[in-house]
């Protein structure tokens, strides 16, 4: 069996790219067109993913594990962004009874 590296090394690092970039566009396009505050995180979460491909992919490719170190602080990142997200919504859902963004307007003075 192969190593790992050499496998990820075997595909040319256009293809990463070209992939994270549609997956980042994915998530640009799920941040400005819903509603919906959750697919809104989703979306964010789909951005910080591909993010997150790149660093791993050029880490493995340049032989430093630097990337890949940094990918473990973009995830911790991540999860407290969805610990704290979510606390937000689940307040904003009781406030409001729904997670629509466009009935935040409410929550003024």
Avoid at 41 to 67: C, H, P, Q, W
Wanted: proline share 1%.
């Amino acid at each position: 069996m192969q190593n790992m590296s050499n496998v990820i090394q075997s595909i040319p690092l256009n293809h990463y790219i070209i992939l994270s970039a549609i997956i980042f566009c994915i998530g640009i396009i799920g941040v400005l067109t819903r509603r919906n505050a959750i697919v809104i995180f989703m979306s964010v979460e789909l951005m910080l993913n591909s993010v997150n491909l790149l660093l791993t992919v050029f880490s493995i490719y340049r032989n430093d594990a630097a990337g890949q170190v940094f990918v473990f602080f973009v995830m911790a990142l991540a999860a407290a962004e969805v610990a704290v997200g979510l606390a937000i919504i689940v307040m904003i859902y009781r406030n409001t009874n729904t997670i629509d963004i466009n009935v935040l307007n409410r929550l003024k003075w």
